[in-house]
């Protein structure tokens, strides 16, 4: 029961951290120096994307459900929650690339957005 609850906890955590990796940089908009925090994430997260690795924490999570009596699955966290959520197929090579282009388009046009924002005052 507490491994179970640790690995929900993960993927919490892990969903959290994807959605401030897609649009994190809105802090910056009001907080300047969230950007020294935001910018690594985005940069992992579509480093991720880009090179085909598993996020760490999805082998968390797996070996927390493992020991709870669960049995784990294969291939990542975007792959097995929110893909099938976006697209009806199984995540490719080139979704993954797009995945990681679309994250960086997103945050080009926020940071765009807050430099314009600092150079105006």
């Known amino acids: ?3 179970r609850l640790l690995a929900d906890a993960v993927v919490l955590g892990h969903l959290v951290f994807v959605a401030f990796v897609v649009a994190g940089g809105l802090l910056c908009l009001r907080w300047p120096r969230a950007g020294y925090v ?3 994430a ?4 579509i480093a991720i994307e880009w090179s085909g690795g598993v996020c ?3 082998p968390l999570e797996n070996g927390l459900r ?4 669960a049995a784990g699955y294969g291939g990542g966290f975007v792959e ?12 490719t090579r080139g979704t993954q690339l ?8 997103v ?6 957005m807050c430099w314009r924002r600092r150079r105006a005052a």
Request: positive net charge; proline residues 9%; aromatic residues 12%.
């Open 1 to 3: 029961m507490v491994y």
């Open 38 to 40: 935001h910018l690594p």
């Open 42 to 45: 985005a940069i992992w997260g």
């Open 56 to 58: 760490p924490l999805t």
């Open 66 to 69: 493992r020991l709870g009596g």
């Open 80 to 91: 097995h929650y929110l893909i099938p959520v976006l697209y009806p197929a199984a995540l």
């Open 98 to 105: 797009a995945l990681g282009v679309v994250v960086l388009g």
């Open 107 to 112: 945050n080009v046009v926020i940071y765009a």
